[in-house]
């Protein structure tokens, strides 16, 4: 053999200690804290994408695209509310805090959701009368923190959302960095500025289900009866916690998949703990018939929903309606290319920037900076929020229309396949091709 | 004096009453018969008036007042006036616990004890406990005032940030990031005033309170002290 021509072996990267693991190592190691960073989960998960509808054909007869009726709206809060909501669309915009947002882009939220003919929500923080002011529904989330919370903004809401969990951070409570705390921040929170403000885990005044059923009637008999109280869950057992939740007397479940977004969580968190939310729905829905509740006690489900595809598989699962949070800060300007220049210097790319903890956000989202968050203009933003919304219902009725129905919510199981095994087993329909549902016995 | 007599009326329509009150109504006075332990009974009021529970009450009496003076004659379930935003609440039993969640305003004066919580995640009231109060009280407390008597139990303020706490008897332990501090006379001051209002006069020597707060090591995420967290 020539002695001078041996095969050398390639460099090889380990596949367990990829280049981004161990750059993280090298980062522990000089800093010795963990990584928060925003936005949610970032590795491949089983997902709507490994879902596919069948269509009509022969056995089934689909309905004309453009004439006939698909209808989109959606009733919530009709279990004991006196004022049950009524939505153009089954898309709704997710809690999202004044602190970690700019007043502007909650304008913006409220003004893209008010022309769309959907609600927005508040978050930890409290509400700003911008937000209340141009947002047509508005429902007001009740945190364990209890930042700004008052009777006054109770009886303004459309409906109260009692928060248990996030999907980002099931069993987590919040953060926001001292550098997010403005003057405003800090006093709608009662807390000093500039000071890293922690939100609890667990609400202050009740524990467990026979709690929770007290503090609803509390929450009912102080706002008379007329708003329908959601419950919010990020997704673990969603069986037990959503027959939890309808024991307790929740209108409506909010169900947040770990894909979830957040303004501030460890990594670790985001990326280890909770469902995907594609793992999620079948079992809450579950509960739901099993409690002879579906339809009646209503689901939104949430976690990584970006298109009408998303939504229409969302709510062949089972799900009443569906809400966004990364995707509507995306339609608002969020890690647009524009920026790509400053996301350099913030030593990212756009696309990638997550560090929505930071207040430095250049496309003025994520941020308490005056002259950052100046850049987004809440009208055209809000526009392009409405634009997206509607894009995104137009999907979903055409999927709905070529299944053959008239109404988003006559989508069932039975229009989906799935692609992988895990996808069936998880969402509970047949893997394409075959009728095999992993983990349903047939004989 | 307007009576609602809650074994003939509902806990709904007692609400309901309540909540019509214009600012300027004349039925300033209402006194509820028969509570048995109701929950929620008085919550959400708004209004300038005084509403006398005959006997004991059960959770969240009193939640988020405004403006009102509610008297409990007897004990108070979990979470009597929670969130409250302005106004007094008075009880006359003891107090189980998180007595003043998270509440933003007014004063609050527990004649007896105070179970666990109490003034948890406090926002601005005044709380005034003339017994003992039981373990983590002044959990994450941010802005108000806490005086005890009597005891505190365990984990006293922890995670406390601007809140005040003055306490008379022992205090078992301290809650991560709760220090001692020293009574300055403006401290006194505050004590005396408080006091009053809860309507012990100048019966109490207030040079007898210490006062507790926060050592402001948590304000800002620091390596160090990771482990405190
Ligand atoms: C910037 C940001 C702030 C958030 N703040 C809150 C909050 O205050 N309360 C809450 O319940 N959820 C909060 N969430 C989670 C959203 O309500 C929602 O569950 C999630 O964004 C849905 O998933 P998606 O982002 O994949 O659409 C936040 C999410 C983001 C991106």
Excluded at chain 1, 209 to 235: M, N, S
Excluded at chain 1, 261 to 278: K, M, N, R, S, Y
Excluded at chain 2, 184 to 197: I, T, V
Aim: proline share 4%; net charge negative; with cysteine.
């Amino acid at each position: 053999m020539d002695s001078n021509h041996i095969p050398r072996t390639l460099p090889r990267q380990s596949a367990t200690f990829d280049p981004h693991t161990m750059a993280e190592i090298r980062r522990a190691a000089a800093t010795g804290i963990y990584d928060i960073r925003g936005a949610g989960t970032k590795r491949v998960l089983p997902h709507f994408d490994d879902l596919l509808f069948l269509g009509a054909s022969i056995s089934r007869y689909p309905l004309e695209g453009y004439r006939e009726k698909c209808a989109t709206d959606v009733w919530l809060g009709t279990r004991f509310a006196k004022k049950p909501i009524h939505l153009k669309i089954p898309i709704t915009i997710a809690g999202m805090s004044f602190g970690a947002l700019s007043a502007q882009a909650k304008e913006a939220l409220g003004r893209g959701a008010s022309i769309a003919g959907t609600s927005t929500t508040t978050g930890d923080g409290g509400m700003t009368p911008e937000e209340r002011g141009q947002s047509k529904t508005l429902i007001y989330q009740y945190l364990p923190s209890r930042y700004g919370m008052n009777p006054d903004d109770l009886r303004k809401a459309d409906a109260i959302e009692v928060v248990i969990g996030q999907g980002a951070k099931p069993g987590g409570g919040g953060m926001l960095l001292g550098q997010k705390i403005s003057d405003r921040v800090a006093q709608m929170r009662n807390l000093p500025k500039g000071i890293d403000q922690r939100s609890a885990c667990r609400h202050p005044d009740w524990t467990g289900p026979d709690d929770l059923e007290i503090k609803i009637e509390e929450l009912r008999e102080i706002t008379d009866w007329e708003k329908p109280i959601y419950v919010k869950v990020g997704a673990t057992r969603p069986y037990y916690d959503v027959a939890l939740a309808v024991k307790s007397g929740a209108d409506v479940v909010v169900l947040d998949g770990m894909q979830g977004g957040t303004a501030a969580t460890q990594e670790v968190f985001i990326e280890h703990v909770g469902l995907p939310i594609l793992a999620a729905i079948r079992p809450a829905v579950q509960a739901l018939q099993d409690l002879g509740m579906h339809r009646k006690v209503q689901l939104i489900v949430s976690g990584g929903i970006r298109n009408g595809a998303d939504v229409a598989k969302a709510l062949a699962l089972g799900a009443d309606a569906v809400a966004i949070g990364t995707a509507a800060l995306v339609a608002l300007g969020d890690n647009d290319p524009i920026h790509e220049e400053e996301y350099r210097k913030l030593g990212t790319t756009a696309g990638a920037y997550d560090d929505w903890q930071d207040g430095r956000d250049p496309a003025g989202i994520t941020t308490q900076d005056p002259e950052l968050a100046a850049r987004l203009d809440p009208v055209s933003a809000g526009r392009r929020l409405a634009n997206y919304l509607s894009v995104l219902a137009l999907e979903a009725q055409t999927i709905a229309r070529a299944c053959g129905k008239s109404h988003l919510h006559n989508l069932e199981p039975e229009d989906l396949v799935a692609l992988t095994i895990e996808a069936a087993a998880m969402a509970r329909v047949p893997l394409a091709g075959t009728d095999w549902i992993p983990g349903q016995l047939k004989f | 004096m307007s009576v609602v007599d809650l074994a003939v009326t509902s806990r709904r329509e007692l609400n309901i009453q309540l909540h019509a009150l214009a600012p300027n109504t004349n039925q300033t006075h209402w006194r509820v018969e028969n509570p048995n332990g109701q929950h929620s009974l008085a919550v959400g009021l708004d209004a300038p008036v005084t509403v006398e529970i005959a006997g004991h009450a059960g959770y969240y009496c009193a939640g988020m007042n405004k403006q009102a003076t509610v008297v409990v004659e007897g004990n108070a379930g979990v979470g009597v006036a929670e969130n409250m935003i302005s106004g007094m609440v008075h009880v006359k039993g003891d107090a189980s616990q998180a007595a003043g969640a998270t509440a933003h305003g007014g004063l609050l004066v527990i004649d007896g004890d105070a179970s666990a919580r109490c003034g948890i995640s406090m926002k601005g009231v005044n709380i005034v406990v003339k017994g003992s109060i039981g373990p983590m009280s002044a959990f994450m407390a941010q802005s108000g005032t806490l005086i005890v008597l009597g005891d505190a139990g365990d984990a006293l303020g922890d995670s406390i940030y601007e809140a005040r706490l003055f306490v008379r008897g022992s205090v078992k332990s301290l809650g991560t990031d709760c220090v001692e501090k020293t009574l300055r006379e403006e401290h006194k001051e505050e004590l005396r005033e408080l006091l009053n209002a809860a309507g012990l006069g100048d019966a109490i020597n207030v040079d007898e309170f210490k006062r507790y707060g926060s050592s402001r090591k948590l304000y800002n995420f620091h390596v160090d002290n990771a482990a405190a967290y």
